[in-house]
């Protein structure tokens, strides 16, 4: 059987670490079977060329932060490597990431060599560290307007990105959402001897949260939370996994409050860590004010890890408040939440397991990854159709 053949193109990737990184992954590597993909991104470190044992990674141009030369950069030297390998490699389809930080280079490679185009739209078209669609600067929304309606198909992740394409092209841009998936692993140790090899006392109530520690995450919140509950009781300890431009503020906010025996910053965590802390933990929060979709909600989900998450269109949209997980609004209504439900211990299991039915149903990368396998290929097919009956009219003709 015939590999159909994907060019990807994505404005970030690993050595890169967040959902959209993550979801790219998943994705070509499940359906490394049924389908050969060549993937370029921008060089964040990493050998410029890589097979990983599932697909082939392109790193083409070093990064910038400056917004208007990015979008020029990322696109000159997507689509000069896409055209190189293009001629070489055939593909059947062009998959990219964001609209604007890729769709520029897969617009331009489609009309040229006449392949389909599917966009993933993941945040806000921009890819910007923004938690609206009105704080994208106004200048770019007629060019990503113009870049959608070029796609063979758009594809949403989540409600908050189905309000965006909406809004872009004002109800007429047609799409298909497919909901990211999440998994993990457990550590299998016991949870006695993980506690004492991290030095966490028996006895303490664990509540664990990791991510980028950027603003829009507003882990001042959840230490804020802490400080309060710590006003009531010493039996916790919270513990903030991850790294990023936040995490000198935090540990000033942390020593202010003199929390240091109650909250750790721990830092960038790898998976063999993020298993460990899994395992110990008996609930995973998050007061982030905005996620694209929620990978991280989802891996909770997978880990049987009780959720507690603020308030927002994705925590709404993948939480049923009280069934599968717990919203709140703010680090008062947390602090309480987290001294009232976390010895309930009842409770907290009917939490895990409904969060993990969640993940079993819904919200797992099997389901990602079948969904764009049938949606890639009705796209390749519905073109070859398009294109022999464009033909066939030329013929007549």
């Given at each position: ?211 980028r520690l950027v603003k829009r995450k507003n ?165 070859k159709k398009k294109d022999k009956a464009e ?7």
């Amino acid at each position: 059987m015939k590999k159909e053949r994907i060019l990807a193109i994505i404005p970030t990737y690993y050595p890169q670490c967040g959902g959209a990184e993550k979801a790219a992954y998943e994705l070509y590597a499940g359906i490394s079977k049924e389908c050969h993909v060549d993937l370029l991104c921008p060089d964040y470190g990493g050998k410029k060329e890589e097979f990983n044992g599932f697909f082939k990674i392109h790193r083409v141009c070093k990064t910038t932060k400056n917004l208007p030369f990015k979008v020029i950069k990322y696109q000159l030297f997507q689509f000069l490597k896409g055209c190189s390998l293009m001629r070489k490699e055939k593909y059947d389809l062009i998959h990219c990431h964001y609209t604007l930080l890729s769709g520029i280079a897969g617009v331009l490679l489609k009309k040229r060599f006449k392949v389909p185009l599917v966009i993933t739209e993941n945040h806000f078209g921009s890819g910007l560290e923004i938690c609206r669609e009105e704080d994208n600067p106004r200048f770019l929304l007629p060019i990503m307007r113009s870049i959608a309606k070029n796609a063979d198909l758009l594809v949403s992740i989540s409600k908050s990105q189905d309000m965006f394409l909406d809004s872009l092209g004002k109800g007429k841009l047609r799409y298909e959402t497919i909901h990211l998936g999440g998994d993990c692993k457990v550590s299998g140790v016991s949870k006695e001897k993980l506690q004492k090899s991290l030095k966490i006392p028996a006895g303490k109530k664990i509540i664990f949260s990791v991510s980028r520690l950027v603003k829009r995450k507003n882990y001042d919140e959840l230490i804020r939370a802490a400080n309060e509950v710590c006003k009531r009781r010493k039996d916790f300890v919270f513990l903030i996994g991850g790294k990023g431009p936040e995490f000198d503020t935090l540990a000033e906010l942390i020593k202010k409050y003199d929390l240091e025996d109650h909250v750790k910053l721990l830092g960038f965590l790898y998976e063999s860590d993020l298993e460990k802390y899994r395992k110990i933990s008996d609930v995973f929060v998050s007061t982030s004010d905005y996620e694209g979709a929620g990978v991280i909600y989802f891996e909770a989900f997978a880990a049987k890890m009780p959720l507690f998450a603020k308030r927002n269109e994705a925590s709404e949209e993948a939480i049923s408040d009280g069934r599968n997980g717990k919203l709140f609004d703010n680090y008062h209504e947390l602090a309480r939440m987290l001294t009232t439900y976390l010895d309930d211990k009842k409770k907290m299991e009917s939490l895990s397991k409904n969060g993990y039915k969640s993940f079993c149903d819904e919200y797992n990368w099997k389901r990602y990854c079948d969904s764009y396998k049938k949606a890639f290929a009705r796209t390749i097919e519905t073109c070859k159709k398009k294109d022999k009956a464009e033909k066939d009219t030329v013929k007549r003709r």
